[in-house]
């Protein structure tokens, strides 16, 4: 439990860790018998963590959509395939290093799996670019989805992003091009698609990516159309109405299925996937399990209208030729 | 996100210049600041006789110079509303409000169809005015409903844009418009019915990225603003002035997005081009299945 980062909502956490950690220590050396204390002290935590989690602000989920220790796709990839070969190129410009892309092995079935990835160190975030793809990124995830369309594999995308990046060449490059032309395309795509939003889904950066049969939602993440600080500078010329902000954008996981904007939300583990990381990994597998279980026996033209009349009912607006 | 700036930017030109002409009958080139009557505009098609700058026009101004003869209003009867309770400085209801009262629309899209010159088509067009041209549940609607009907009747589509991007306030929904716009072109793109594309300054947001980036014929007008990001947001990022002409019109059709850059008083006839060859006897023929398809579903509606 060394190095934990606790954010500031989970500070009555940390004391109980650190007790936990020298009852432990003491413990390993032998002379007395700390089982029952260090049972206790677990079951307090547990608690705690309980009630931390069962009240949590919008705010405090996006803040735990960005958790220093949350996984990022990478290591879902790792742990719910038995086999997964990366993949690199757009074979246009370039190979974006804040999008991935595998052929993975799915108990059994080989799947494409693209997601955006963020990284864990300082070097490592520039590498992958905080997780902003650009137009390569999302070209690349294209030519993969086309490759799993060819071969009739499934398609998983894993959404983490706090957008598309902005920047010269990301325009000179076609940024709004590569996000529509991706969205047009999923619309058709012959095989089934899962995405997952397992951190940050940020506006066309993470719909660029999200246009699927099933979308999916992990509890403590956030999916809209602008993160809660750009909403507050924009319309309070601050950045301090970001809480505010989170919580009038709805973007949490349980407004976004209230919603019917997704299709799921995947419970985290008491802790959230930060603390219990495996488990996160597991729970996410099951889900994509079960929706591809539902999918994959559809014939495609049935799945590709449903898709698309999935899409075409979200929306809300008066109808007045209904309402009279 | 521009749309907020501009909005405000708009209100204030609105006044200051009925400030300087009480009968509200010049208008100013943002460009080149000379005056003109309204009259004098109007022959030019909004296009300054002094500086070639094209002044921002609406649903209103586009219909009236590029249809020939009669031409019908579809759909008016989607109205937005404000099902968030979205109130930042002002509640969302209250800004569709004096929208409305203001422009006189019932949203920041319009569609409208009948014929240039003896080719059908159903056009889309996009008010700035209204809320800053942002995209809600309405603007993506009214674009689906007009699809379906461009399917049905299999008449090619034109969609005018003139937008900031997304309408925050109506959230996630709005975000979704991306997709349902895109998959419903698809579906467009699949009976074979063409879609013209034409950006107007400013396309940018979550509307370039979506339709209007998506057409078979990409057009803009002359020296419009067209991009994902807005430029003071990539200005903030880069930390840096931004090269001369980056993200214009011109700048697009050098880097490969656009097909050409059409001055406005060119925009009837090389639509009318345009039209002609998708009437071509080998334009594949509409998918009947999908018509039917789309039937259905409407009947379940
Ligand atoms: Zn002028």
Same mark, same amino acid.
């Given at each position: 439990?060394?190095?934990?980062?606790?954010?500031?909502?989970?500070?009555?956490?940390?004391?109980?860790?650190?007790?936990?950690?020298?009852?432990?220590?003491?413990?390993?050396?032998?002379?007395?018998?700390?089982?029952?204390?260090v049972?206790?002290?677990?079951?307090?935590?547990?608690?705690?963590?309980?009630?931390?989690?069962?009240?949590?602000?919008?705010?405090?989920?996006?803040?735990?959509? #960005?958790?220093?220790?949350?996984?990022?796709?990478?290591f879902?990839?790792?742990k719910?395939?038995?086999?997964?070969?990366?993949?690199?190129?757009? #074979?246009?410009?370039?190979?974006?290093h =804040?999008?991935?892309?595998?052929?993975?092995?799915?108990?059994?079935?080989?799947?494409v799996?693209?997601?955006?990835?963020?990284?864990?160190?300082?070097?490592?975030?520039?590498?992958?670019?905080?997780?902003m793809?650009?137009?390569? %990124?999302?070209?690349?995830?294209l030519?993969?989805?086309?490759?799993?369309?060819?071969?009739?594999f499934?398609?998983?995308?894993?959404?983490?992003?706090?957008?598309?990046?902005?920047?010269?060449? =990301?325009?000179?490059? %076609?940024?709004?091009?590569?996000?529509?032309?991706?969205?047009?395309?999923?619309?058709?795509?012959?095989?089934?698609?899962?995405?997952?939003?397992?951190?940050?889904?940020?506006?066309g950066?993470?719909?660029?990516?999200?246009?699927?049969?099933?979308?999916?939602?992990?509890?403590?993440?956030?999916?809209?159309?602008?993160?809660?600080?750009?909403?507050?500078s924009?319309?309070? #010329?601050?950045?301090?109405?970001?809480?505010?902000?989170?919580?009038?954008?709805?973007?949490?996981?349980?407004?976004?299925?209230?919603? %019917?904007?997704?299709?799921?939300?995947?419970?985290?583990?008491?802790?959230?996937?930060?603390?219990?990381?495996?488990a996160? =990994?597991? =729970?996410?597998?099951?889900?994509?399990?079960?929706?591809?279980?539902?999918?994959?026996?559809?014939?495609?033209?049935?799945?590709?209208?449903?898709r698309?009349?999935?899409?075409?009912?979200?929306?809300?607006?008066?109808?007045?030729?209904?309402?009279? | 996100?521009?749309?907020?700036?501009?909005?405000?930017? $708009?209100? *204030?030109?609105? +006044?200051?210049? &009925?400030?300087?002409a009480?009968d509200?009958?010049?208008?100013?080139?943002?460009?080149?600041?000379?005056?003109?009557?309204?009259?004098?505009?109007?022959?030019?098609?909004?296009?300054?006789?002094?500086?070639?700058y094209?002044?921002?026009?609406?649903?209103?101004?586009?219909?009236?110079?590029?249809?020939?003869?009669?031409?019908?209003?579809?759909?008016?009867?989607?109205?937005?509303?404000?099902?968030?309770?979205?109130?930042?400085?002002?509640?969302?209801?209250?800004?569709?409000?004096?929208?409305?009262?203001?422009?006189?629309?019932?949203?920041a899209i319009?569609?409208?169809?009948?014929?240039?010159?003896?080719?059908?088509v *159903?056009?889309?067009?996009?008010?700035?005015?209204?809320?800053?041209?942002?995209?809600?549940?309405?603007v993506g609607?009214?674009i689906?409903?007009?699809?379906?009907?461009?399917?049905?009747?299999? +008449?090619?589509?034109?969609i005018?844009?003139?937008?900031?991007?997304?309408r925050?306030?109506?959230?996630a929904?709005?975000?979704?418009?991306?997709a349902?716009?895109?998959? &419903?072109?698809?579906?467009?793109?699949?009976?074979?019915?063409?879609?013209?594309?034409?950006? +107007?300054?400013? +396309?940018? $947001?979550?509307?370039?990225?979506?339709?209007?980036?998506?057409?078979?014929?990409?057009?803009?007008?002359p020296?419009?603003l067209?991009?994902?990001?807005?430029?003071?947001?990539? &200005?903030?990022?880069?930390?840096?002035?931004?090269?001369?002409?980056f993200?214009?019109?011109?700048?697009?059709?050098?880097?490969?997005?656009?097909?050409?850059?059409?001055h406005?008083?060119?925009?009837?006839?090389?639509?009318?081009?345009?039209?002609?060859?998708?009437?071509?006897?080998?334009? *594949?023929?509409?998918? &009947?299945?999908?018509?039917?398809?789309?039937?259905?579903?409407?009947?379940?509606?």
């Open positions: 439990m060394e190095n934990m980062v606790f954010l500031d909502f989970e500070k009555p956490l940390e004391g109980l860790f650190e007790q936990l950690a020298k009852l432990e220590e003491v413990s390993e050396k032998g002379d007395v018998d700390m089982s029952d204390t049972k206790e002290l677990k079951n307090k935590i547990k608690k705690t963590q309980k009630s931390i989690y069962s009240d949590l602000s919008p705010w405090q989920k996006v803040q735990l959509s #960005r958790h220093p220790q949350r996984p990022y796709s990478l879902y990839i790792e719910m395939f038995k086999k997964a070969t990366e993949l690199h190129g757009d #074979r246009l410009n370039g190979d974006d =804040a999008m991935v892309g595998f052929l993975a092995n799915f108990d059994g079935r080989t799947v799996v693209i997601g955006q990835q963020k990284g864990a160190t300082t070097k490592e975030r520039q590498y992958r670019n905080f997780g793809a650009n137009p390569e %990124g999302y070209r690349k995830a030519r993969l989805m086309k490759l799993a369309e060819k071969f009739n499934p398609i998983i995308t894993l959404v983490d992003t706090p957008g598309a990046h902005c920047g010269l060449e =990301a325009e000179e490059h %076609g940024q709004a091009a590569a996000i529509a032309q991706n969205m047009f395309e999923m619309a058709q795509l012959r095989v089934p698609i899962i995405s997952v939003v397992i951190g940050e889904g940020a506006s950066g993470a719909i660029g990516l999200a246009l699927a049969d099933r979308v999916f939602m992990m509890e403590y993440t956030w999916f809209t159309v602008i993160s809660p600080e750009s909403c507050s924009i319309l309070w #010329r601050s950045w301090e109405y970001k809480e505010t902000a989170a919580e009038l954008l709805k973007l949490t996981s349980e407004d976004m299925l209230s919603f %019917g904007l997704i299709d799921g939300v995947i419970k985290e583990p008491v802790g959230g996937a930060h603390f219990a990381q495996a996160a =990994a597991t =729970a996410v597998k099951k889900a994509i399990k079960e929706a591809l279980n539902q999918l994959v026996d559809m014939d495609p033209d049935e799945r590709i209208q449903q698309i009349e999935k899409y075409s009912k979200m929306g809300r607006f008066i109808d007045e030729a209904v309402a009279e | 996100m521009g749309w907020f700036d501009r909005l405000k930017k $708009g209100i *204030t030109t609105a +006044t200051s210049s &009925k400030k300087e009480p509200g009958m010049w208008i100013k080139c943002k460009k080149c600041k000379g005056t003109f009557t309204k009259e004098e505009l109007e022959k030019e098609l909004y296009v300054c006789p002094k500086c070639d094209h002044l921002p026009i609406g649903s209103e101004e586009y219909t009236k110079f590029l249809f020939t003869g009669d031409t019908q209003k579809l759909f008016e009867n989607l109205k937005s509303y404000d099902f968030l309770e979205f109130t930042d400085l002002k509640s969302y209801q209250d800004r569709l409000e004096k929208a409305t009262k203001a422009t006189g629309l019932s949203d319009t569609v409208v169809t009948g014929k240039i010159q003896r080719y059908p *159903t056009a889309a067009i996009m008010d700035f005015r209204f809320i800053g041209g942002s995209m809600g549940s309405v609607e009214k689906a409903r007009a699809i379906d009907y461009c399917i049905e009747q299999r +008449t090619p589509l034109l005018i844009s003139k937008s900031g991007g997304a925050m306030m109506e959230s929904f709005s975000l979704m418009q991306m349902k716009t895109s998959a &419903k072109l698809s579906q467009l793109a699949k009976a074979g019915v063409p879609f013209f594309s034409l950006m +107007t300054d400013p +396309t940018t $947001g979550g509307v370039s990225a979506s339709y209007a980036m998506l057409g078979d014929i990409n057009i803009a007008e020296n419009a067209i991009g994902f990001a807005g430029p003071r947001v990539i &200005k903030d990022v880069i930390k840096k002035d931004l090269p001369e002409g993200q214009s019109s011109e700048y697009l059709l050098e880097h490969g997005f656009l097909d050409m850059v059409v406005r008083k060119d925009l009837k006839k090389t639509l009318k081009d345009l039209l002609s060859y998708f009437e071509s006897p080998d334009v *594949t023929p509409t998918n &009947k299945k999908l018509v039917e398809e789309i039937a259905v579903v409407k009947g379940k509606a």
